[in-house]
């Protein structure tokens, strides 16, 4: 992708122009941003609505048909189902790592191998997470292993 950004005249608006062969899910998280302003999702905890900035989450995690976002010092519940947080959340940034866990790739403080094919990723904060084997070949690609 290349961006450009030109001064304009004294006279003129601000302008965003996208050229693309196609609006994929990238641009149109990306313009849904620019239109709102919003990078940041909501949680529930408790009787309180939290907006967290998607860099903060470690993982999410479906149990018993809720998901909760993990952050260093939170748990929260999203109404969103995994699969529908998958298509808000930066690509790049998050992976599926099993059927019901998705991890932040930059909070990944290291990986191993472990019994039958799966990996073993320790967070930041000390938590250890299970990628199953389904998901290692792509997390491999996405970290270039």
């Known amino acids: ?7 304009k005249q004294p006279d003129e608006e601000n302008e965003i122009i996208v050229k693309c062969d196609y609006i994929d899910e990238n641009i149109t998280r990306l313009l849904n941003q620019f239109k709102t302003g919003r990078s ?4 529930y905890n408790d009787s309180q609505i939290i907006l967290l900035d998607p860099k903060e989450i470690l993982y999410f995690e479906s149990v018993d048909d809720k998901v909760f976002a993990y952050t260093k ?44 094919g799966r990996f073993e990723a320790v967070l930041q904060n000390g938590y250890k ?10 997390l491999k690609s996405k970290l270039g292993l």
């Open 40 to 43: 940041k999702l909501s949680f």
């Open 73 to 116: 010092d939170k748990v929260c519940e999203s109404r969103l189902k995994l699969y529908m947080l998958e298509e808000e959340l930066p690509k790049d940034d998050f992976f599926r790592a099993s059927k019901a866990v998705i991890v932040n790739l930059s909070k990944l403080q290291s990986l191993s191998p472990a019994f039958g």
């Open 129 to 138: 997470v299970i990628i199953s084997r389904n998901y290692v070949a792509g």
């Open 1 to 7: 992708m290349k961006i450009t950004i030109l001064e």
